[in-house]
């Protein structure tokens, strides 16, 4: 039986996204910018849609005169990128 895939992660960038993530406390815009190697157009606009999901949580701040973007995972972020490997695994289980 195969199992829904969250349609909010099965894109690639928002996944990519989330893969950097679940592995850090929080990575700044442009660390994601430079690993996902997005426009910042296209990355502001993904981030935005899995925050207002829930999934990640933003601080603007400043690093001395220049702003800075940070993300972090939120716990129901974790909870869904998990569910989604989860669902995954479904789809690779009935391979062969």
Known sequence: MFKE???LLHSELRLAVMSILISVEEADF???KEQTKATSGNLSVQIDKLSKAGYIEITKTFKGKMPQTLCRLTPIGRQAFENYIEALKSYIGNIG
Do not use: A, K, S
């Open 30 to 32: 442009v660390f994601i």
């Open 5 to 7: 895939l969250d349609p």
